[in-house]
């Protein structure tokens, strides 16, 4: 009975070891994209140098070549897109998004991964270097869709993001407003809050937008040029909240010094 409790405990380490070691960071899982990539550019290179050497000699070993290092590269750029979606995955789940976004991101990630899989069953199967062709052709389609999935939730990510720093603005701007508003002499100020509280409200209703453009990040359509659009209404958004603060700063520096 003691030797089964003492094999029991040692078990039970040894898992703790293993799930201890499997939990990594997004740093981390960042780092392993990074990685996957370089892997990904040395196949990529070792392809290039196999059709060179195929055009110069056309024999049956240089063709077999050419597909052996073709299956490399494809296998190799599916490693990195799988890195590149666990440590997105990763970078949600440590954020402080909201649980459905974070949700919305995993499923989006394991839908991705299952593709992954199913694609590097094509890669396996390759045996042509027209099927080499037809793969890659394949492997771009899903490519795109994976970019419009990590797009649209990284839009859902930013958009919660500005509308927490628009919020915490906002509430700074009614703090000082609520001061100024005990002041005799607070026309200056006011004038400052007034122009403070515009920008934020312009701001705010940037980020509904940008909202609405994120999730006409889809297929069929265009989703990187939504994606875009999106961009550039938070980028405008971004300047209205500075704007927002320097007069917010301006107002603080008239009621303290007075």
């Given at each position: 009975m003691k030797k089964s409790w003492i094999v029991a405990a040692v078990v039970a380490s040894l898992l703790f070891q293993v799930g201890a070691a499997s939990?990594?960071?997004?740093?981390?899982?960042?780092?392993?994209?990074?990685?996957?990539?370089?892997?990904?550019?040395?196949?990529?290179?070792a392809y290039k140098q196999a059709q060179l050497d195929y055009a110069a000699d056309k024999t049956p070993e240089n063709d077999k070549k050419v597909i052996d290092t073709a299956k490399t590269v494809l296998d190799a750029a599916l490693n990195e897109a799988e890195a590149w979606l666990n440590w997105k995955n990763l970078e949600a789940k440590e954020s402080g998004v909201p649980a459905d976004i974070k949700a919305n991101i995993e499923t989006d990630v394991n839908k991705n991964l299952a593709k992954i899989a199913t694609l590097r069953q094509d890669v396996l199967n390759i045996k042509t270097r027209a099927e080499v062709g037809v793969v890659f052709l394949k492997m771009i389609g899903s490519y795109v869709e994976l970019l419009a999935d990590v797009a649209r939730n990284t839009g859902a990510m930013w958009v919660y993001l500005g509308n927490e720093i628009a919020d915490k603005t906002a509430g700074y701007e009614v703090k000082l407003r609520a001061a100024a508003e005990k002041m005799s002499d607070n026309a200056e100020i006011m004038a400052k809050l007034d122009v403070a509280k515009s920008e934020i409200d312009v701001a705010k209703?940037?980020?509904?937008?940008?909202?609405?453009?994120?999730?006409?990040?889809?297929?069929?359509?265009?989703?990187?040029?939504?994606?875009?659009?999106?961009?550039?209404?938070?980028?405008?958004?971004?300047?209205n909240l500075i704007n927002a603060h320097i007069q917010l700063e301006n107002a603080f520096n008239l009621i303290t010094s007075k």
């Open positions: 939990a990594i960071t997004s740093g981390e899982a960042k780092q392993e994209w990074r990685s996957a990539q370089s892997a990904r550019i040395e196949a990529d290179a209703n940037k980020i509904k937008t940008a909202e609405g453009v994120y999730k006409k990040v889809v297929l069929p359509g265009t989703p990187l040029i939504m994606f875009a659009e999106g961009n550039e209404y938070l980028r405008q958004a971004r300047l």
